[in-house]
């Protein structure tokens, strides 16, 4: 095959391993066993497109939505109902009622839209605080 140039829609090796949080020597396993297609470069680089990381990076995800989760190290776990969403283009506040609790979660207007969450929803809260201050009122 004929060497290509890299161009925007082409990753060196290391970008691409970077954005797929593996090593350099994964990708040229994943390249030896067929699951990752990638060419050389004028100067004889390995480099792959642009449009092979996004297929990996959605088979990781896809990959990671199926597995439950079977132990975490969180244990304020709060099971409830989303009764509030204030979203806007980048940002978003999901209001979730568990019991008596209110439980108030900043994330991100994608987070929320991955999620599927909508008022009604049911939702686990996970609180896990690196401080917990508590106060005496005088």
């Given at each position: 095959?004929?060497?290509?140039?890299?161009?925007?829609?082409?990753?060196?090796?290391?970008?691409?391993?970077?954005?797929?949080?593996?090593?350099?020597?994964?990708?040229?396993r994943?390249?030896?066993?067929?699951?990752?297609?990638?060419?050389?470069?004028?100067?004889?680089?390995?480099?792959?497109?642009?449009?092979?990381?996004?297929?990996?990076?959605?088979?990781?995800?896809?990959?990671?939505?199926?597995?439950?989760?079977?132990?975490?190290?969180?244990?304020?776990?709060?099971?409830?109902?989303?009764?509030?969403?204030?979203?806007?283009?980048?940002?978003?506040?999901?209001?979730?009622?568990?019991?008596p609790?209110r439980?108030?979660?900043?994330?991100?207007?994608?987070?929320?839209?991955?999620?599927?969450?909508?008022?009604?929803?049911?939702?686990?809260?996970?609180?896990?605080?690196?401080?917990?201050?508590?106060?005496?009122?005088?």
């Amino acid at each position: 095959m004929a060497p290509i140039e890299p161009q925007t829609s082409w990753l060196r090796v290391g970008q691409a391993a970077e954005m797929l949080g593996v090593s350099v020597e994964t990708l040229r396993r994943w390249e030896a066993e067929g699951r990752v297609r990638m060419e050389r470069s004028e100067g004889n680089q390995r480099v792959i497109e642009v449009a092979e990381v996004t297929r990996l990076l959605a088979e990781k995800r896809r990959a990671a939505a199926t597995r439950p989760i079977v132990a975490q190290s969180a244990r304020n776990r709060f099971h409830g109902i989303v009764t509030r969403i204030e979203k806007d283009r980048v940002a978003a506040v999901v209001e979730v009622m568990a019991g008596p609790h209110r439980l108030v979660s900043l994330m991100t207007a994608e987070a929320v839209d991955d999620l599927g969450l909508e008022v009604g929803t049911e939702a686990v809260c996970v609180v896990k605080a690196t401080n917990v201050i508590v106060e005496i009122p005088q």
